[in-house]
T-cell receptor
């Protein structure tokens, strides 16, 4: 069975600083990996996904993530944080025809 | 892009009553939809997988008689919380995956259920 571990339930960065949110996965078959963002009292919005092909994936709002099979990681980064990036971020994985399995989420705070 | 509409966004109901939540795929057909529950400051917990034209598949520990799921068409799935109790208060989110096999799951905007 697949699983996702997000290191750090809360990450705080200064505005303009690098954002790094960590995600490690476990899967017995090649995974498809996702990052979602959730604003308070809202659903989830897809930031980016990795299915096949290029391991560096670019998403919306300046975010990108790199699939590293050897490290079983899919960390999310953004070069320069904006105040509007403050939200909850979820890493998720599917393998085969299974539903999405989510990590516990990381709350990103951006300090002015 | 794929859009999922979820309604209502907020609902308050009295204990013992039932509440229906709708999840519609607006611009694509979804043979499969998923219902999640989210407690405050926690991750999403998969409740059930809704399959068009057949019975839903419930996750372990989810009461199928309390959380009734109907997926009567390729664009609509409903979740009915029956005989609601205060402990059913939560944020419910649906998700749909286009029938074309695209793995870009799309989520509804969620429903905040409060049972008083």
């Amino acid at each position: 069975a697949q699983s996702v571990t997000q290191l750090g339930s809360h990450v705080s960065v200064s505005e303009g600083a690098l954002v790094l949110l960590r995600c490690n996965y476990s899967s017995s078959v090649p995974p498809y990996l996702f990052w979602y963002v959730q604003y308070p009292n809202q659903g989830l919005q897809l930031l980016l996904k990795y299915t096949t092909g290029a391991t560096l994936v670019k998403g919306i709002n300046g975010f990108e993530a790199e699939f590293k099979k050897s490290e079983t990681s899919f960390h999310l980064t953004k070069p320069s944080a904006h105040m509007s990036d403050a939200a909850e971020y979820f890493c998720a994985v599917i393998s085969g025809n299974t539903p999405l399995v989510f990590g516990k989420g990381t709350r990103l705070s951006v300090i002015a | 892009g794929a859009v999922v509409s979820q309604h209502p966004s907020r609902v308050i109901c009295k204990s013992g009553t039932s509440v229906k939540i709708e999840c519609r795929s607006l611009d694509f057909q979804a043979t499969t939809m998923f219902w999640y529950r989210q407690f405050p400051k926690q991750s999403l917990m998969l409740m059930a997988t809704s399959n068009e034209g057949s019975k839903a598949t419930y996750e372990q520990g989810v009461e199928k008689d309390k959380f009734l799921i109907n997926h009567a068409s390729l664009t609509l799935s409903t979740l009915t919380v029956t005989s609601a109790h205060p402990e059913d208060s939560s944020f419910y989110i649906c998700s749909a995956r286009p029938s074309t096999g695209d793995y870009g799951y799309t989520f509804g905007s969620g429903t905040r259920l409060t049972v008083v």
